[in-house]
């Protein structure tokens, strides 16, 4: 039998929505080496907050990979941290350019690699103590329909 549903009017699992909370973990700014991608006008606008020209933040604070800008990273044990991850004394790990961070960040943890099914929310949700509750209801529940416009402003990180 023929099924006139498609999946953009089906349930997600995570129902009418998921509870998030950044705790400043620092965690998804570090890790295996990756990418950061970001476009000109989001090179723009982390040069204007660090008071400087597009040129010299990309020679500074940024590469080309794969044709695509993407943040330097700083080695760090093991791991590589994004160049603009900073510890204060206090123990948290914060974004130095947090205000004009990139897309790619500003959509975590509502990626679609996350979102496709609890196992892929369940996996990151091991290193990211935010995510840790998706059942939880409260000041931190994101609607399903906030979720939605989160991940459709950020196609480009898969």
Not at 115 to 131: H, L
Not at 138 to 148: I, L, M, S
Request: charged share 30%; with cysteine; proline share 6%.
């Amino acid at each position: 039998m023929f099924n006139k549903s498609n999946d953009s009017e089906k349930t997600p699992w995570y129902g009418d929505g998921i509870s998030f909370s950044c705790t400043q973990c620092g965690n998804c700014c570090t890790g295996p080496s990756g990418y950061v991608w970001f476009d000109e006008d989001e090179a723009q606008a982390m040069a204007d907050h660090l008071g400087m020209d597009v040129r010299s933040f990309h020679q500074r604070y940024a590469r080309r990979a794969m044709g695509r800008w993407t943040l330097e990273e700083e080695k760090n044990g093991r791991d590589y941290d994004c160049v603009f991850l900073k510890e204060d004394g206090d123990g948290k790990r914060t974004c130095s350019i947090y205000p004009v961070r990139p897309t790619q960040c500003r959509t975590w943890p509502f990626w679609s690699s996350n979102m496709k099914n609890r196992r892929g929310w369940e996996m990151s949700a091991k290193t990211c103590p935010g995510m840790r509750e998706p059942e939880a209801r409260g000041e931190n529940f994101v609607p399903v329909e906030q979720v939605r416009v989160i991940m459709a402003g950020n196609p480009e990180h898969l």
